[in-house]
Structures are given as structure tokens and as C-alpha cells.
């Protein structure tokens, strides 16, 4: 009995799965075999049609119903439909701000255009140009009012509602396939899990069977019984596990054909709907751009309507319009003599004179080199191309981000702190002057401005401090300060051998002299109009 029972051992080793078919009880397929078609492994082959590399195949390759099939298709694919619709939701919302602010904004004009300084030029006695320009601008600002109330209405109706209605549409083309496919996405994740646990069960009785069948040719008497009793209740047990299989499988092939159909409709609707949404939206921003344009192009009417009116507005013709029609009179009289009533003096009568004078104007005469544009305007116009200001980096003196002298004038005629922008501009290797200076107030008080205003007038005097693009590349900047509060050059200036001061060693010596008096002044240097100064090219 040792001896069989080792033989059954070996021979149970060797035929785990044994190949012995019983005539009613045929051994199930492989688990490979049972594999359903949409799970391909890794060592199976897909049939690919003939023309496979063909242009036409490859772009069938790019269709969502080629492209989106696996448990990870199906979650891409609907987290793209979810993305899709929060984005027009999202844009739609845009919209109805941006209507909003466009509403808000030709309110806000309207009442403007209600002010009393354009309504009442008539009552004011204005002259005829300078009216004619307050007219032109009160009418102006009511047609842009007008136009931005009418854009207001456009995004309001053929924007906004417009995304109302396409998504309103979108979701109820969607809604019941959408439905559909989650609801066999779900019965397909149960009856997998139910067909998986089926097969292993008639799997497991499968190769117990075929074990005691094999188990029953080698033993006799007694164990033999065992066996054949073991035989008979595995039999009847794979008769259940046999008919459950079957049915499962059944039903999970029947759902996986139905899924496929319905994933690939699907797929096809989902592609639809997404070249839909993106041929939309880019229609809708089309719309905007023309709308936002044709205002454009309405307030340049309008600009240039105020421009025609500007041309025919003169000062002197206005002065002496004014004067034809409110003046007073030219007779005016002199002073009354004195009379002593002491003396029985009799007063005279006031002399009266005919006003017969030349005028002293004091107006500066007018530029007619001037640029089409002002200096702001042109600064405005450069900030526009420039873009939004990028969010300011901490750098070093000497980084790759800091200031140049160039950027510093600008700051200047922007108005931007002048003690900042002059120490960068005329200090920018103040380490190799002293590396250790004492440390100097920045606080910018009504005493520095005006000391500073005051340097970079007497930069025009002073043969050594010039403007950095001026100064030839060999040369160090010098150093302009001088302390606030004491008349006498501040600890760390510019030596009097420096290069760049060679033709100005004896001035700086008699400007010596003039502080060592007891009466601590500076000197009287000129201040000028920084707007005046001309801009150097940036740094190359």
C-alpha cells in the first residue's frame, strides 16, 4: 500500500491537470482560451487588417472608437467628457461677467457724459471752438456709452445664451447613451467578477476529478472504494459548478457584445460632440473678437470726430470771440488827484483814457516739431506693447535681473523714487570705490529730494558727472553725493585723481574752499525738468 500510495504521488506531481477526458464530463478550456477578446495578454497577437500602414488606416487609428477601449479607456475617456463640460460651463460663466463689466462700464459712461462741465458751456459763455470741443466730447462719450451698452446686450444674447443653449443641448444628446454605458459598465464589473469566481470553482473540480481518475487506475480493494466514492461526489458536485460556469459565461458574453456595441456608439457620439464643442467655442471667440472690434473701431469714429473738432479750435480766435462777446468796454481811468478842502480847492472831474495798450505775453511760443503723440501717450503706448509688469525677482546689484541705468531714467520720468533710481544710475560699482561705506539715510524727505534734484542739475556743470550712456566704457562712474545735511563731500566720494574728473580737479578745489566758511551752503546749481532730458537708447 506504501508503495501505491508513492506511485499516486508521482503520478499526481506529474498530471496536476491530467488530460484523461471522461465521456460526460469533458475538461473545460484554458483560462487562456476563456480570456475574453477585449483583454488581450500580452503574448497574444492581434489580427491587424491588410493596408495597416496605409494613411487612411492610421488616421481611423485617431478615432475615439479605436482608441479608447480597456478599463483605462473607459476611464480617460469619461473624465474627458467630464472636463469638457465644466470648461463651457466655466466659459459661460466668462461670458455673463464680462457682459457685466461692459453694462457696468456704459452706466458709468452715461453719467459722465451728464457732467456739468460739458452741459453747461453754453451757460459759461465758451467760445466757439472750445464748445464746439466740450460739444464733441459730451456726444462722444454718449455714443461710447451707447456702443458699450450694445456690446453689453451682444455678450448678454449671442454669447451667453447661446452657451446656454449648446450645453443645455450637449447634455441631452449625452445623457441617455452616457447613462447607458454606466449602467452596463457596471452590470459588465459584476458579472466578470461572477464569471471569474464560476470558472476557478469548475476549474478546481475539473482537475480533482481528473486526479481521482487517474488515482483509480492505480489502486485496488479497499483504497479503490475510496477513491470511486471521492469520484462519485466530485462528480456530482462539477455537474453544479459545469451549469453555473456555463451560465455565466453565457451571460458575460452576451454583455461583453452588448458593451462593445454600445462603447463603440458611444466613443463615435463622444468624438462628435467634442469637435462640436471645440468648432463652438472657437466660433464664439470669433464673435467676441468681431464685436470687441467693431467698438474699436466705433470709439476711433467717434476720436476722430473730437479731433475734427480740436482743428478748427484756435486760442486766439476763441480769446477774441470771447472778448466780441462779453467785453466791457476799453475806457478806464486814472487816479484822482488830491484836493486840499482846506483851501477851498474844487474837485475835478476823473480823467478817462482809451485802453490803447501792447501786450506783454509770457506764454512760451508753441513746438510745432512736436511728435503726433505726447511723451505719456508714446510711454503708454510702449507700456501697452510691453505687457502686463512680470512679478519682481530679488537679485543682487550685479545680478541678471538688476536695474540698469537705462531703467532707471525711465523710473525717473515715471516718477518713481529719485534717490533710488540716481544712487543706481550713478553708483552701480560703488564696491570698488569703498567696500565698507558708512551707511546713508534713504529716506526720501522734501531736504534729499530737493538736494537730489539739485545733483542731477549740477551733473550738467560738472565735467565728470555725466550719464552712463555718455561716458566712454574705460571710465568709472563717479560719485554725485554729497550729505544732506553737511555742505562738505560725505566720506566715501569720488577721489579728485579719478579719471573721469581730470578737468574739473580745480573746481572741485575751490568748492572746497567755499564749504571750510562758517556759512555751510551749497552751491547754487540750477534744477531742471527731468521730462525735458532725453531718453538714451537701452543698453546694448
Known sequence: MARLANLFNKVHLQFPQAEHHHDKHPDPPSPQAQRPDYYPSPGNHIHRPQGAHDSGYQDSMQDFCNAFWGDAGYEVLMSRVKQSSRM??????????????????????????????????????EPIGLKSALDSIRISTEKSAHCHAELSGTFKTALY??????????DSVKKNPQATVEKLRKILVDLQAMHEKARRRFESDSIAKNGYVTQLQLVQGRDSDKVSNKLDKVHMSIKITEKEYRTHNKNFQETINEWNTQWKLFCDLIQDLEEDRID?????????ANAVSAICVAEDEQCECIRQSLERCDASKDVRSYVRQAATGNEYTLAPCFVDYTAGEIPRPVAVLAANFIRTSTRKPEDTTLVPLSKPLQGMVQSIKAGPPL???AHGPNGKNASTAWENKNKIKRGGAIAEAVASMSLNNIQNVNPNPPER???????????LQRIIGHSHTQPGLVYPSDRPSNEQP??????????????????????SLDGGHIAAQNSQSIYEGNNKKSLPLTPINLNDRPLPPPPI
Open 88 to 125: 463651457l460651463e466655466d466659459l459661460k460663466t466668462w461670458y455673463k461677467e464680462r457682459s457685466a463689466i461692459e453694462l457696468e462700464y456704459s452706466k458709468k459712461l452715461f453719467r459722465l457724459s451728464k457732467s456739468p462741465v460739458l452741459a453747461s458751456a453754453a451757460a459759461n459763455l
Open 391 to 393: 512679478p519682481p525677482e
Open 280 to 288: 463652438f467655442v472657437r466660433n464664439t471667440f470669433w464673435d467676441y
Open 478 to 499: 563717479p560719485n554725485p553725493y554729497r550729505s544732506p545735511q553737511y555742505a562738505h563731500p560725505v566720506a566715501y566720494h569720488q577721489p579728485h585723481n579719478h579719471p
Open 161 to 170: 445664451e447661446k452657451f446656454a443653449a449648446f450645453i443645455s443641448t450637449r
Open 441 to 451: 539715510n534713504t529716506d526720501l524727505t522734501a531736504d534729499n529730494l530737493d538736494h
